[in-house]
Antibody, heavy 119, light 106 residues
Framework: QVQLQESGPGLVKPSETLSLSCTVS????????WSWIRQPPGKGLEWIGY???????RYNPSLKSRVTMSVDTSKKQFSLKVTSVTAADTAVYFC?????????????WGQGTVVTVSS | SYELTQSLSVSVALGQTARITCGGN??????VHWYQQKPGQAPVLVIY???NRPSGIPERFSGSNSGNTATLTISRAQAGDEADYYC?????????FGTGTRVTVL
């Protein structure tokens, strides 16, 4: 079955760019929709956005100006960049799959990776 | 943006029934998904499209959705059901989550 694994730096300085990748194993990346979701310490879940294998994207309007997602089908990876980070971007970042972009549940999740924004 | 409101916490006696609600404007017209999250773990899908259980999820978990409220019901609650539960929908191609409900099994 499909498995997801996040990777990237655990510490990012304020005003810099957060960069994470998610590797897909056990299935194809060339179908389905791939999302990033984050959870600040002690708080709830926030959807960041999704990317389709073709490269089409949809972002949370609250983050849209700072977020970019991309996909590399040859590596079976999709990526997240968040620019101009502040302490408010400190969170556990999850990657997840949904079978369709705008109606299906997130049925597969990565284990999550902790990102701390601090100097 | 579409807002989903959940009660902060629910307590249930061992073996009894817990009901977790998710409020949203005309949420009955949307497909609602529910996730269980235990401390330090990724969320797990327990109900999709209002009332469907993924394979491996016990029949004790059920869902309903009508009007302005969706409900996740946990029957015969067990200690292992203690967790945070989140509802989620799709609205205008975005995916808001509910505020989350902490379920405590007494």
């Amino acid at each position: 079955q499909v498995q997801l694994q996040e990777s990237g730096p655990g510490l990012v300085k304020p005003s810099e760019t957060l960069s994470l990748s998610c590797t897909v194993s056990g299935g194809s990346i060339s179908s389905d929709y791939w999302s990033w979701i984050r959870q600040p310490p002690g708080k709830g879940l926030e959807w960041i956005g999704y990317i389709y294998y073709s490269g089409s994207t949809r972002y949370n309007p609250s983050l849209k100006s700072r977020v970019t997602m991309s996909v590399d089908t040859s590596k079976k990876q999709f990526s997240l960049k968040v620019t101009s980070v502040t302490a408010a971007d400190t969170a556990v970042y999850f990657c997840a799959r949904s079978l369709s972009g705008t109606d299906d549940a997130f049925d597969v999740w990565g284990q999550g990776t902790v990102v701390t924004v601090s100097s | 943006s579409y807002e989903l409101t959940q009660s902060l916490s629910v307590s249930v006696a061992l073996g009894q029934t817990a009901r977790i609600t998710c409020g949203g404007n005309n949420i009955g017209n949307k497909n609602v998904h529910w996730y269980q999250q235990k401390p330090g773990q990724a969320p797990v899908l327990v109900i999709y499209r209002d009332d469907n259980r993924p394979s491996g999820i016990p029949e004790r978990f059920s869902g309903s959705n009508s009007g302005n409220t969706a409900t996740l019901t946990i029957s015969r609650a067990q200690a292992g059901d203690e967790a945070d539960y989140y509802c989620q929908v799709w609205d205008s191609s975005t995916a808001p989550f509910g505020t989350g409900t902490r379920v405590t099994v007494l």
